[in-house]
Antibody, heavy 122, light 112 residues
Framework: QVQLVESGGGVVQPGRSLRLSCAAS????????MHWVRQAPGKGLEWVAV????????YYADSVKGRFTISRDNSKNTLYLQMNSLRAEDTAVYYC???????????????WGQGTLVTVSS | QSVLTQPPSASGTPGQRVTISCSGS????????VYWYQQLPGTAPKLLIY???QRPSGVPDRFSGSKSGTSASLAISGLRSEDEADYYC?????????????FGGGTKLTVL
């Protein structure tokens, strides 16, 4: 069965960095695009970034462009999100999500992790 | 302010048919597929509809999606108590700042 397990969340001061990881299993990781989506406490979903199955294409939300970097290691079945220059407004639960179609990069995500909480506070 | 506009709330009684709208523009819904997600309280989102009107396996046919121009809708027929959740639409948005995925602000569905 498909499993996505995020890790790396925690409390961090404004301006500092954090790296999230998402360990994938139960599917051919190297064949699917992968997303990061976040949800601030009590708020709606906000898309963060997507990476194509082979890592050749990456797209970011304007709110994180230049500060966050999405990457993947297909040999380790792991997705990453490097977050730099963190701000209070980055506080959220961060979900990794699997793309819904093999070989394509779409807004559809058919499996989601349980999320990891990132709190940016001094 | 979300790029895709949804009503903040909707409601219905068991057995009723409810529709949730999602309004966008030519750079998103008007030229790309629409996706719908359901988020039950305290859980991760679940894909309900992909490519405007397709249901993943396991999603009941009570859920249906449609698109017309720059708007889309999610319809839920035979409303059940377990449908009480937040619903989000999403699509690619190809604007001057580049390609990104945009979500609606979400609609909280209450089953009365």
């Amino acid at each position: 069965q498909v499993q996505l397990v995020e890790s790396g969340g925690g409390v961090v001061q404004p301006g500092r960095s954090l790296r999230l990881s998402c360990a994938a299993s139960g599917f051919t990781f190297s064949s699917y695009g992968m997303h990061w989506v976040r949800q601030a406490p009590g708020k709606g979903l906000e898309w963060v970034a997507v990476i194509s199955y082979d890592g050749s294409n990456k797209y970011y939300a304007d709110s994180v462009k230049g500060r966050f970097t999405i990457s993947r290691d297909n040999s380790k079945n792991t997705l990453y999100l490097q977050m730099n220059s963190l701000r209070a407004e980055d506080t959220a639960v961060y979900y990794c999500a699997k793309g819904d179609i093999v070989g394509a990069t779409t807004p559809g995500s058919d499996y989601w992790g349980q999320g990891t909480l990132v709190t940016v506070s001094s | 302010q979300s790029v895709l506009t949804q009503p903040p709330s909707a409601s219905g009684t068991p057995g009723q048919r409810v529709t949730i709208s999602c309004s966008g523009s030519s750079s998103n819904i008007g030229s790309n597929y629409v996706y719908w997600y359901q988020q039950l309280p305290g859980t991760a989102p679940k894909l309900l509809i992909y490519r405007n009107n397709q249901r993943p396996s396991g999603v009941p046919d009570r859920f249906s999606g449609s698109k017309s121009g720059t708007s889309a809708s999610l319809a839920i027929s035979g409303l059940r108590s377990e449908d009480e959740a937040d619903y989000y639409c999403a699509a690619w948005d190809d604007s001057l700042s580049g390609l990104e995925v945009v979500f609606g602000g979400g609609t909280k569905l209450t089953v009365l």
